[in-house]
């Protein structure tokens, strides 16, 4: 599936782990945090459409019900999650959502 980057800090800390937008810059010291996140993004480059990310439990895929975004976790034991918009050529990664109470904070 191809992925598009919306937001060219997610694009950055995908190719080289780090970014130098203030939105994500915390989240780039996080080294274990940066490799789930590339996790995630080789698991949706390998699948062949959005709906094949159920497969992956740890994912936590779900299409979101009141905006027209799907979303995956990115880390258990985390609230970030990746939100993006499907399509039938694949999908536009759109942001991390960082403060959720979505999953509920666990910290």
Do not use: C, W
């Amino acid at each position: 599936m191809d992925v598009i980057f919306i937001d060219d800090a997610l694009k950055e800390l995908y190719e080289s782990g780090v970014t130098k937008d203030s939105k994500y810059k915390k989240l780039a010291r996080d080294r274990q945090f940066i490799k789930a996140y590339i996790n995630v993004i080789d698991v949706m480059l390998a699948t062949e459409n959005a709906s094949q990310l159920a497969i992956y439990s740890y994912l936590h895929y779900e299409k979101l019900k009141h905006r027209p975004e799907s979303s995956v976790r990115i880390q258990n034991r985390r609230v970030e999650r990746l939100l993006f918009t499907e399509h039938e050529n694949g999908i536009e990664v759109q942001l991390i959502e960082i403060d959720s109470n979505h999953y509920g904070n666990k910290r």
